[in-house]
């Protein structure tokens, strides 16, 4: 199993056409429900690097809600943060996301904060901050993964997401491309296939197995970067309310 670092959990994871811009809307009805996933990790940047990570979802006292993904290693870790708010009649609202990697040594954050009243992000990395406008139903690189998964339980195969990223609005793209049997070591699950689809001679792959029967929670993820640097994730543990 294998997935890239530098969009670990975030560069992670609707019957219309591919070409055609999603807005991100939730089937009305489908609630969010709160959990706290381990999974076992695989990093490799020119060394192995086996660790655990853990993702929690949680409402916040103000009505919003906290999804963050803490992963590390021997010599590694990353953690992301997203603040939202959601409706199940609209969709994933984000409201701030915050990213911190430090990997042999070398440490890198960005920041990224919405203000829907202008529909304009403001992002920080290096400590230099680029603002941009952008369209409604935006996703940071953390919140789109609870969309993908709503959009899942609503019956959709094909998704697209506007996600601000890098100081730049990126197009992702997913389809869903079949079914397996996925093991792992907190049991076993018919899984949906999910690929991100980043054109033809694309040098880099992302897979995600969503389980139906845990609510479309991620049972596993690989991902390959285009200079090899690898990661895998496969869930270990689940706690739900």
Request: hydrophobic share 35%; aromatic share 10%.
């Amino acid at each position: 199993m294998r997935l890239g670092v530098t969009t670990l959990l975030a560069g992670w994871l609707l019957a219309l056409s591919p070409a055609q811009a999603d807005t991100g809307n939730a089937q009305p009805g489908i609630p969010l429900n709160s959990f706290k996933a381990v999974y076992t990790t695989a990093f490799y940047m020119g060394v192995s690097l086996n660790g655990e990570a853990i993702r929690v979802l949680k409402p916040l006292d103000n009505g919003g809600w906290s999804f963050s993904s803490e992963a590390s290693a021997l010599m590694a870790g990353i953690s992301e943060k997203t603040r939202f708010t959601y409706q199940p009649s609209e969709h994933i609202k984000p409201l701030s996301y915050r990213y911190h990697r430090k990997v042999l040594g070398k440490s890198r954050k960005a920041s990224v904060d919405f203000d829907w009243d202008s529909n304009r992000v403001t992002t920080v990395v290096k400590d230099t901050p680029w603002k941009m406008s952008v369209p409604e139903a935006t996703q940071d690189k953390l919140s789109y993964q609870l969309q993908l998964r709503l959009d899942l339980m609503a019956g959709k195969t094909e998704m697209t997401y506007s996600v601000a990223d890098g100081g730049k609005l990126k197009e992702y793209r997913f389809k869903v491309t079949g079914e397996e049997s996925i093991e792992t070591p907190f049991g076993t699950y018919n899984a949906v296939r999910v690929m991100r689809d980043r054109g033809e001679n694309a040098d880099r792959e992302t897979l995600i197995w969503f389980a139906p029967e845990l609510d479309y929670l991620i049972v596993r993820l690989e991902q390959t970067e285009s200079d090899g640097k690898t990661y895998a994730l496969l869930l270990k543990n689940l706690e739900t309310p």
